[in-house]
Every structure is written in structure tokens, then in C-alpha cells.
């Protein structure tokens, strides 16, 4: 598998991008560490290799719409949306980018920037419908097509397709009849899951070479079963504000999740995995945390939200088992594996997807301190979370830029030093809440592509000077879209959705990408165009 991913790097791979940017301020010491090293020989101008991935990404409920076309059944976001109060303005997906209709025109949109490379995510109550006499989700023929329709025409466009099974939209009959992701051990819940894998990886399977079983599994369980801001709400739904009162659900969610993954890991790898020879990956997000003190508490505390954050995920599918340090906070209330469930996940991924946006500095509660209290998940930790002074913030209140977080926490999770996960990485998911408000701002919104350019920079110094094997980096994201709680009052988009006329105008970083995310024989350094 190894040996196959390299040449596919090698055959669908292309190049990059530019040097640290402008306009944001750090210390001297943070300037340091991110100076550029001289270009290696054989490289792209800006140092990246050859081979390196470039791609943005979008999800399912975030710009499909369409949700009566094609046979779709309802997911927990349409009723979320749909509950007055739950998200800004009221939004809903109802229309969102109209991706269904549209998805042609947004491939060329893709070919228009040179996007060679292009994640998005399933709609489970798009492919499958829950029949109720059988009591089981069943294949949907009309919304296979359409993703049969969408793999084709991206393949046509020279664009190679990255494949996420679940981002968050569970089908609304499965968390209402079957229990959800909420009920303790619920082994039909990892059934249905591997079921429905099972079905997109024989249906396109062909067509391709890198799955993720879950994204950001962190959000949906944490803003969705422990804050309460996300999709369900809590369970049962809360009717005012969070958090929620159910304090270990969310831990429930997290083992229910990893099993499923496993279930679908292991179908893939025994019936599909020898024939189609694509990879399975889980997209893992993480908000790094740094010590904001040298205190020896604080220290420990920056490395317990570590392991809270991206550990609590990633550490079963290396060791089949938690962090110690969850163990040691939660005791009984965090769930246990069987020898036959860690046997399953463990080595179950191929390539380890993380996504990243902010960092934080983090001290330890000092004694008659609570720490933090904004959900059951962060209480748990004894800490306190915060961002540097000076740091520039983006639309979200949750988003600061602070670039060599990036690096930082790639060495965290697959450097040379102590590294946790020994193989290929990639960056799925990295982007900036433009704060530009309408179209002709956006064309002019120099932060969203200085973000852009600072982190992919930091990118490059961890490949490159540390050594760590991040094998491409993904955007997010293709267009602005329906951002969740926030409706579409955030925009991630390299491309100005304007959602009453669906028209769809280039931002500063569209075009930015255009010019920097490729490699031809012109830009490459110790290579002559032929």
C-alpha cells in the first residue's frame, strides 16, 4: 500500500505555492522558526515537491441542497436547522449552493483555478433510505446516480476525487428509530454504518483511491451531544441553550464512532481494499494547544487537551485503547474496548487526515479553580483555554491565526520526534472566516490569502526541515457555503457565493491559488521546461 500511494503521488500529484506572507505580527521567536530554508533542488520554486497534493474541499448538507431531489430522506440537520433558534438567522440547507443542480458548472469552476484534486462527502439520506417494515437503511438508485453523475464528470475534468462517508449528517430515521450514535454499545449503529460503506465502496469503488470513514468526529460529538450547538442538540434536544446536561454522551458518541469506523475499516480492507488497492483514512481535527506558562503544570495541562482533542481519536487506532491521561480523568465514565474491538482498530487507517484552523494557550486550574466550563467535555480537563494577544481573528469568535500552530501540530502527531502515528499524512481540511463582507470585497480580501500563505508555508517547513510525511494539503473550501449554527453568516470560500442568484465570483485566494498551487516545468527550481 505504501509502495502504490507513493507512485500514485508521483502520477496525480502537483506542486506549490509561495513563501510566508504579509500583515500578521509574532514574535521574534516564532519568526525564527518559520524563516524559509533555501528551495531543494528538484522541487517547485516555493519548495514543495513535485508530488505534492493541493485540494479544497466542501461537504454534502454544507452545499448540496436539493433535499427532496433524488429520493433524499431527512438527516438530524434538517431537523436541527429547521427548529427555530438553532442557527443564525435561521438558516437552513434546504437550497445552500444548489450543488445538485449545479455540480457541472462547479467543476468547471474547479478546472477554472487548475483544482486537480477535490474532497467531499456522501450524503448517507442521499444513498441510502430507511425502510421501516425491514427496520434498515436501504439503497436509494436515484441518489446513487447523482454521485455516479458527479465522480464522472470530475474524472472527465482531470480532477481525482477524495471521498468522505460521514460529515455529520446522520440520517434522521437511524438517530430516531435505531438509537443513534448516543446509545451505549450500539453494535446496529456500527452495522448500518459498515453497510453503507459497503455500498459506496462497491458502487464507486472504481472510481476511488482515498475514503474517509468520518470527519471532525470531535465536533459532532462534542458541539452536538455535550454543547449542544450542533446537530442533534443533545439528547433528548434541548429546548433553550446548552450545554448539555448528559455529561458522559459524549464519550458514548466518541466509542460508537470508533467502532463503526473499525466495522467499515475492516469490510473495506477484506472485500475491496485487494481489487480497487485505494486507501481508508479518517479526517482528524485538532485545535493545538500550547503551554501559556513553562509552569510544569501548565505544561501537563497544554498535553491533556492534546490527547482530549485529537488522542481521544487517534490513540485507539494505534494502541486500540484511550489515553492514559482520559483514563485517569474520567475513570469508569469513559467506555472500554474489547480485545476483539482494539485488535479492529488498531492500524486501521492507511494515511492520518488532520484538520486544523486556530491554537490555544492553555494553563492548568490551580486548586479551588473549575477551568473551563462551557461543556461537560472541557470541564472534564481542569483548564483553562485562550489565544495570544495580537493574535488576528477571523468572522468566527473560535478562529485566531497563529501559522506555526500547523507545524506544530503535525510534529505532534507524526514527527520524528515521538512521533504517535509513523506514516503519510495529509491535511484535509485548513481555512480562513473571511471577515470581507460582499462580493467586490472578497475579490480584495488580501487576509483570507495571507492566512492561506502563511500556514501552507508552515506546512512546507515540517515536511521539509522536520521531516514529517505530509503528502498534500487540502483548503477549505471550494465555495462559501451553509457553515452550520452560523448559517451563511461565515465564508471559508475561495469562490463569493451570492445565494439568492447562486452566481459564484473568484475571492483574492481563488485567484492566489490559480497562480501558486502548481507545478509545471516552468516553475520548478534545477528543471527546464522541454
Known sequence: LRLWWAASLLLIGVGVGVGVGVGVRYSAADQAAAAPTTTQVGACSNGFPPAFIWGLGTSAYQIEGGVNLTGRQPSIWDGFAHTPGKTSNGDTGDVA??????????????RSIGLRHYRFSISWSRVMSWDAARRRMVP?????????????????AGITPYV???HW????????ELGGWHTPYNARMHA??????????????GRVLFWATFNEPWTFAVEGYSLGQKAPGCVPTLTGPG??????AVYVVGHNVLLAHAAAAEVYRREYQPSQRGLISMSLNCEFSLPLTPAREDVAAAERANE??????????????YPAVMRQYLGARLPTFSRAQSARLQGSIDVLGLNHYSTHLVRAARPREQGDQWCGWIADQQLYSSYGAGWPQAASAWERAYPPGIRLLLNWAAGRAG???HGDVLITENGWGCNSAGAAAAARDAQQREYLTNYTEQVRLALIEDGVPVRGYFGWSLLDNFEWNDGYSKRFGLFYVDYETQVRTPKLAARWWNRTRHCSAENRDGISPS
Open 164 to 166: 468522505t462517508l460521514y
Open 243 to 248: 450545554p448539555c446536561p448528559d455529561g458522559d
Open 169 to 176: 449528517d446522520l440520517p434522521q430515521a437511524l438517530h430516531t
Open 419 to 421: 512521533a504517535r502515528w
Open 97 to 110: 449552493c444548489d450543488h445538485v443542480r449545479l455540480f457541472r458548472s462547479d467543476v468547471e469552476l474547479m
Open 140 to 156: 436509494n438508485e436515484p441518489g446513487l446516480r447523482f454521485y455516479d453523475a458527479l465522480l464522472d464528470a470530475l474524472l472527465v
Open 192 to 205: 448500518e454504518f459498515a453497510r453503507y460503506a459497503a455500498l459506496c465502496f462497491g458502487r464507486y469503488g
Open 308 to 321: 482530549f482533542y485529537l488522542g481521544w481519536w487517534l490513540q485507539p487506532l494505534l494502541s486500540g485503547d
